[in-house]
């Protein structure tokens, strides 16, 4: 399947490094066998939005190539677009799926921070405290049941792409303490970022946007990439921040996904 969204190209090629991308002609199956709980990278992906009709082919597809419970929590779907078309998801929200945004912003070179933080320390992970500690910012995020061992499992992914020469994830530091953490990886000659989070009570003081730049220019300086890529949900606060450093919205996307597992016949 040729794919025309880069915010889609650039995640396939990390599933495929993370977990498994198979090619079936009019749809993709993205798997993660080792992070069964991981929804965004257990999913089919089709070459359009959905159309009234596809309510029971997706999910009939979705049962037979990536799998059923205990296995696989919940059904998810993604499209290739440019413009947040969402099809006919009539059957899909009936079915207890929801749909979900996203938008893809890029940009060449990021300009500095307005207010850089002077006083954080930005460093590469690289030992089994610091992908320790890149779990724990990401995971302070929720306290949802499960969500700790989630973001391990993904975490514990990312590392080994990372580690194969793929990219390179950050920790902002106050002393030796780690506020803040992201991954950027080159994709050919693009870079995608991954997860920037700062851990609350260290918000608002230019953290993130000092550390996003940063690593933004390390992997240019590094790697000669042309664009920094990178997506995020349509309606965080951060689309802000990203805006600030020069990102322009180049993509709308949109996807389905279930938050837990229903009869493809109601
Ligand atoms: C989004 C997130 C990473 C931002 O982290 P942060 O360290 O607070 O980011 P910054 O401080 O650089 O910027 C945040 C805001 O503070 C402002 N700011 C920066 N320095 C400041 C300072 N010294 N004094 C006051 N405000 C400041 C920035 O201008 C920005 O404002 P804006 O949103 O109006 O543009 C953080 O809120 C977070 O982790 N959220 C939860 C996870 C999440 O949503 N991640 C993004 C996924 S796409």
Do not use: K
Request: proline share 5%; aromatic share 8%.
């Amino acid at each position: 399947m040729r794919v025309r969204s880069l915010g889609l190209h650039t995640d396939l090629v990390l599933h495929a490094w993370r977990g498994r991308v198979r090619d079936r002609e009019d749809h993709l199956v993205v798997t993660h066998p080792d992070v069964p709980e991981f929804r965004g990278g257990n999913l089919l992906v089709f070459e359009r939005p959905p159309e009234a009709a596809d309510f029971e082919r997706w999910c009939e597809l979705f049962d037979r190539s990536v799998g059923v419970p205990p296995a696989i929590g919940f059904r998810a779907f993604g499209w290739d677009g440019l413009d947040g078309e969402v099809g006919d998801t009539a059957a899909f929200i009936a079915a207890g799926f929801e749909l979900e945004r996203t938008v893809v912003l890029a940009a060449p070179r990021l300009l500095p921070p307005e207010r850089p933080n002077r006083d954080v320390r930005l460093a590469a992970v690289t030992d089994d405290a610091g992908w320790e500690a890149a779990v724990d910012v990401q995971a302070s995020e929720s306290a949802r049941p499960g969500y700790r061992s989630l973001v391990a499992g993904v975490m514990r992914a990312n590392r080994r792409v990372a580690e194969a020469g793929h990219g390179v994830w950050w920790g902002a530091f106050v002393g030796d303490v780690m506020v803040a953490t992201m991954g950027v990886f080159r994709v050919g000659d693009l870079a995608r970022t991954q997860a920037i989070v700062t851990r609350a009570g260290w918000r608002g003081r230019g953290i993130a946007s000092t550390l996003l730049h940063h690593a933004a220019e390390s992997a240019r300086a590094a790697w000669g990439t042309g664009l920094l890529v990178l997506e995020a949900e349509a309606d965080v606060p951060a689309l802000n921040l990203y805006q600030r450093v020069g990102l322009a919205l180049i993509e709308w996307r949109a996807g389905l996904g279930q938050r837990a597992w229903t009869p493809r016949r109601l």
